[in-house]
T-cell receptor, first 109, second 114 residues
Framework: GESVGLHLPTLSVQEGDNSIINCAYS??????FIWYKQESGKGPQFIID?????DKRQGQRVTVLLNKTVKHLSLQIAATQPGDSAVYFC????????FGTGTSLTVIP | EADIYQTPRYLVIGTGKKITLECSQT?????MYWYQQDPGMELHLIHY???????EKGDLSSESTVSRIRTEHFPLTLESARPSHTSQYLC?????????????FGPGTRLTVT
């Protein structure tokens, strides 16, 4: 199967600081990647996606960076807020979706 | 706001019982998925469907079955529940649009088999 792993299982940041969550993937043929946010007791919510023909994509307060050379994906959250506290998953799509373990982000007020 | 629903939200059931987890979406999406997720762990794809009368097994071996008789409905059935089936089950749907194949997730069913 595919291997999609996150470098850190937990991350704590101060409110207002920027957060960076990293993800490694193993299938160089994957051409579509998504970041999801999952709050306790809820299903994952789409945050941002990126296709393999791009190396950067920006949303509202979030940026995804894709480095195909080292098969690495990152999610940057600007001015992190308490409402950003959640588990963040990356997912890659080659022939089907594979999800990473997740990074738990805690925002300290 | 995603229009995808799962029932029941919570289920506690005894070993050997047959159970069906319901999933419905009102977005007209062709693709639907079932994932299994243990607390604090990644999602594992157990079944998916790309349209009516189309079902496939995912990467995680599962003793469950699915059906897709209608576009909006994708139920998951366990013929004989076991304690090892205790987990959260998440249903999702998607439809490819230019540049995006975003999956919309339901709230999940938390299953406990005693």
């Amino acid at each position: 199967g595919e291997s999609v792993g996150l470098h850190l299982p937990t991350l704590s940041v101060q409110e207002g600081d920027n957060s960076i969550i990293n993800c490694a993937y193993s299938n160089s043929a994957s051409d579509y990647f998504i970041w999801y946010k999952q709050e306790s007791g809820k299903g994952p919510q789409f945050i941002i996606d990126i296709r393999s023909n791009m190396d950067k994509r920006q949303g509202q307060r979030v940026t995804v960076l894709l480095n195909k050379t080292v098969k690495h994906l990152s999610l940057q959250i600007a001015a992190t807020q308490p409402g950003d506290s959640a588990v963040y998953f990356c997912a890659e799509f080659g022939n089907q979706f594979y999800f990473g373990t997740g990074t738990s982000l805690t925002v300290i007020p | 706001e995603a229009d995808i629903y799962q029932t029941p939200r919570y289920l506690v059931i005894g070993t050997g019982k047959k159970i069906t987890l319901e999933c419905s979406q009102t977005m007209g999406h062709d693709k639907m998925y079932w994932y299994q997720q243990d607390p604090g762990m990644e999602l594992h794809l157990i079944h998916y469907s790309y349209g009516v009368n189309s079902t496939e097994k995912g990467d995680l071996s599962s003793e469950s079955t699915v059906s897709r008789i209608r576009t909006e409905h994708f139920p998951l059935t366990l013929e004989s529940a076991r304690p090892s089936h205790t987990s959260q089950y998440l249903c999702a749907s998607s439809e490819y649009r230019t540049g995006s194949d975003e999956q919309y997730f339901g709230p999940g069913t938390r299953l406990t088999v005693t």
